[in-house]
Every structure is written in C-alpha cells, then in structure tokens.
C-alpha cells in the first residue's frame, strides 16, 4: 500500500524503523498534500489544523484535543493519540471509521487499534493529562518538589514515566491544548496556573 507520512524525527524513531519499510517520509505538508497515496498519515503536532477534504483517499492524523468533526467532513480521515511516547504503545486509541487502509497500516506496523469515541483526549491522555495538572497543582501548593513527585508516581502506581517527565516528553503545550479543550465544558480540567505560566 502506497503510504505518506508526515512525521518529526522523534516520532520517527517511536515507530520502529525495522517496520517503517516501504513508508515515504515527507518534511512539510506541502509534500505531503503533493503526492500521491492510499493512506496518508500526519502525526505532527498541528496535524488538526489542515484540510484534508481534498486528498480523496484514507487520512490518519494525530489529533488529540479536537475531534473529527470539529477538523473534517471527509468521512476518510481517522483520528489519533499520536503524542510522543504513546507511539510506542502495543495498542492505539483512534476515533473515526473502520478504514481498511488505517488498519492494514497497524497491522503492518503491529499495533492493536481500540476505537472510542469522537471525544477530546481519547481516553489515556485525558488521563495522564489530569494527573499531570494534579502534579503541577501539588507543586504549586508546596506539597513536593517536582524530582519527588515524579518519583512517587512511578514508584507507587508503577507508571513508566512520572507526571513532570511526561509532560516534557510529551510537552507542556500539548497538555494545555488538551486540558483548555476539557475545561470548557468541565472544570475539573481547569489548568493549574504554574502550568499556564510555563508556556
């Protein structure tokens, strides 16, 4: 299957190389709205800010905090948790229609797909992001250095990174995206100020 991918040198990596064979990595979107392909695939971090109605073929695109209808009409395009760190994952979270393209592509790469619902966050980062605005409001309160928190979380529930980790790994942007998202209609998700003032 002719596939392009849209991906930053980190992610890159993430995906394993060894089953990347066949895959033509483009820089830019321009290159990437430029060539022709059966699956499409943009997991940089803006990816919800294209267009991609006229590419007329399968689309996956690494968008967390907006759903598909707020991005597309083309009933083609696939949503995903593409945020660094989670590519590795053995399973993916997406949100859209069972496309055979989208699933021949995990298959290839060896990724299980769970599908949830068109809703901001998918279900693991709205998770690791209210744990990560829990951190900072812990920090913010005095209640721990950062160096401890982040011990304590991976110590205690056994999470592979602590939350101040992840949200370098991730990045604290993306966490504010996500949690400015939520927070507009729930305000458990309000972010925690020294979180704000870091971007």
């Keep these: 299957m002719n596939t392009i ?14 089953y990347l064979e066949g895959i033509k990595r483009v820089f830019t979107p321009a290159d990437l709205f430029n060539n022709k392909a059966e699956l499409y695939i943009n997991l940089e971090e803006d990816a919800d800010t294209l267009n991609y109605d006229k590419l007329g073929a399968a689309v996956l695109i690494n968008s ?54 068109d809703v901001p966050g ?23 250095s950062r160096e401890d928190i982040d011990i304590a979380m991976k110590l205690g529930t056994g999470y592979p990174h602590g939350p101040f980790a992840w949200a370098s790994l991730i990045g604290e942007k993306e966490i504010l995206k996500l949690l400015n998202k939520l927070s507009e209609t729930d305000s458990r998700f309000l972010p925690a100020s020294n979180l704000v003032s870091n971007k």
Excluded: C
Aim: aromatic content about 8%; overall charge negative; glycine content about 4%.
């Design 122 to 144: 998918f279900i693991s980062a709205r998770v690791i992001s209210m744990i990560i605005n829990e951190a900072y409001l812990s920090l913010q309160d005095g209640i721990s």
């Design 64 to 117: 967390v905090a907006t759903p598909l209808h707020s991005i597309t009409q083309n009933k083609k395009t696939v949503r995903m948790n593409g945020w660094t760190g989670f590519l590795k994952n053995q399973v993916w979270e997406i949100s859209g229609p069972a496309l055979p393209e989208v699933e021949s592509f995990a298959k290839h790469l060896k990724k299980d797909l769970i599908y949830t619902m």
């Design 5 to 18: 991918m849209l991906v930053s040198e980190e992610k890159w990596a993430e995906l394993e190389s060894q």
